[in-house]
């Protein structure tokens, strides 16, 4: 080691911390050499605390590498601060090796990067971020994407095409995305009001449910680990109501009021008078039509 290593390249060997202080354990070189990863383990002076507060939290992988600093460059045995972990490229996300693809990125590795993700004929596109966006992405597949006009919470996006999870192509078939978009210049020039649009919101998915927690209709939305788990995924597109659609709504509602209006009795017991052209429209209005399949609420 010379004295000017400055930032180390480790191995993580541990994410376990009993005190709830998101500590790893690294092994470092030469300092820890001599030592099984036991004994680094069980050794409570070879904490690495992140040097990312805590508002933000990503913890590394077990096997993944991460860039420590000692609080005394030439004393590994000092306070030790991590940032990482370290990924080489956005197809790595889920998991990088320390033993060889994440040090590939460094200056003079024996390990070359793999073929850049970005270069596949375009199967990629859209599946990771443009340079000029900012980006927060999750171990698999769900990110949020910032761009110039745009916010994008995005879950399903893209898709292994390789068993070994390292090669994805845009999911154009059934993502799940909220999309915030604003423009500047208004989205088109209609003068009606209902037409004019400068910011839109959309929700984007196979099925969009809408739950109250307080509902009469209750369905279980606080799971600790999945918030609303499998089960109850599925009882709540099967048993929630759907919605209707406001314009087949409206016509079934327009037919019915010409039926009313236009039903009379010449006499007392004697057969109504309907308007012909009013009753075969009701009474083939196919009710289902006004509900929705996809939106659902409780």
């Known amino acids: 080691m010379k004295d000017n290593d400055i930032v180390r390249v480790c191995e993580v060997i541990s994410v376990k911390d009993d005190d709830g202080m998101d500590r790893i354990k690294v092994r470092m070189s030469p300092e820890d050499n001599a030592r099984t990863n036991k004994e680094l383990i069980e050794d409570n002076n070879n904490y690495v605390f992140p040097l990312l507060p805590k508002v933000f939290f990503v913890k590394p992988k077990v096997g993944e590498c991460v860039l420590v600093i000692a609080a005394i460059s030439n004393n590994g045995d000092t306070q030790r601060y991590y940032m990482g972990p370290v990924l080489s490229q956005q197809n790595k996300i889920n998991f990088d090796p320390f033993e060889t693809d994440a ?32 980006y927060i992405t999750g171990r698999r597949n769900a990110d949020i994407q910032i761009k110039e006009e745009d916010i994008r919470l995005r879950c399903g996006v893209k898709k292994a095409t390789w068993t070994n999870k390292q090669k994805f192509k845009f999911n154009n078939t059934d993502p799940a995305y909220i999309l915030l978009r604003y423009y500047d210049l208004g989205l088109n020039n209609s003068t009606k009001r209902e037409d004019k649009c400068n910011s839109v919101a959309n929700i984007v998915a196979d099925k969009i449910n809408l739950i109250g927690t307080n509902s009469k209709h209750h369905y279980r939305v606080t799971d600790t680990d999945k918030l609303i788990t499998d089960e109850e995924m599925k009882k709540i597109i099967e048993t929630a109501h759907q919605l209707p659609y406001g314009d087949k709504l409206v016509e079934f509602l327009d037919i019915f009021r010409k039926a009313f209006l236009n039903h009379t009795h010449s006499h007392y017991l004697l057969a109504p008078i309907n308007d012909p052209s009013t009753i075969p429209q009701l009474e083939g209005f196919e009710l289902k039509t006004m509900l929705s399949d996809t939106v659902r609420i409780n």
């Open 103 to 134: 040090r590939s990125i460094f200056r003079g590795s024996q390990y070359a990067p793999m073929k850049s993700p970005y270069y596949d004929n375009g199967d990629s596109e859209g599946s990771f971020p443009d340079d000029e966006d900012v």
